[in-house]
């Protein structure tokens, strides 16, 4: 039996490795919103606002303002994450947990079983965050009517 270098059972940690790497460098790469503008800027060029649910209603979405809180958290400035979205800063800090998490299943499979559990705390924080967003969006509706 051939062995291989790449182990199928090692693929889930690696998909979410690869995500939530690219969202953290991505929050990096942007820079911040400017007071001016409330528009994303990369290499300086200002980038367009696409939340398509606003355009079709009228209405924010749930994540509306995520991506721009959570490029504000990752430049350190909290209170312009929590004036573009409530949740911007607590997002990006559970997608480092998960990065860290993989990191450490692929790296240490053996510490991260015995000190860290399987990562059920950070499955269980999923759906509690998203029933936050849910109660975030119901709070910005009831404030914009």
């Known amino acids: 039996m051939q062995r291989t270098c790449f182990d199928r ?4 940690h690696w998909v979410v490795l ?3 790497a690219a ?8 820079s ?27 209405w924010p979405c749930p994540g509306c303002g995520l991506t721009r809180a959570m ?10 994450s929590w004036d573009f979205h409530r949740l911007g ?4 800090f559970y997608i480092l ?3 860290l998490f993989r990191l450490g299943k692929l790296l240490a499979p053996a510490f991260t079983t015995r000190h860290l559990g399987s990562g059920i705390w950070l499955n269980r924080g999923l759906p509690l965050l998203a029933v936050l967003f849910v109660i975030n969006w119901v709070i910005n509706l009831v404030l914009l009517v």
């Open 18 to 20: 690869t995500i939530c």
């Open 71 to 80: 490029v504000a958290a990752a430049h350190g400035d909290l209170a312009a």
């Open 32 to 58: 911040p919103p400017r007071p001016d503008t409330p528009h994303l800027t990369l290499f300086s060029l200002d980038l367009p606002s696409t939340c398509s649910f606003y355009y079709l209603t009228g």
């Open 9 to 12: 059972s090692q693929l889930p």
């Open 97 to 99: 947990m998960q990065l």
């Open 89 to 92: 800063a607590l997002t990006l």
């Open 23 to 30: 969202i953290c460098l991505g929050a990096l790469a942007f």
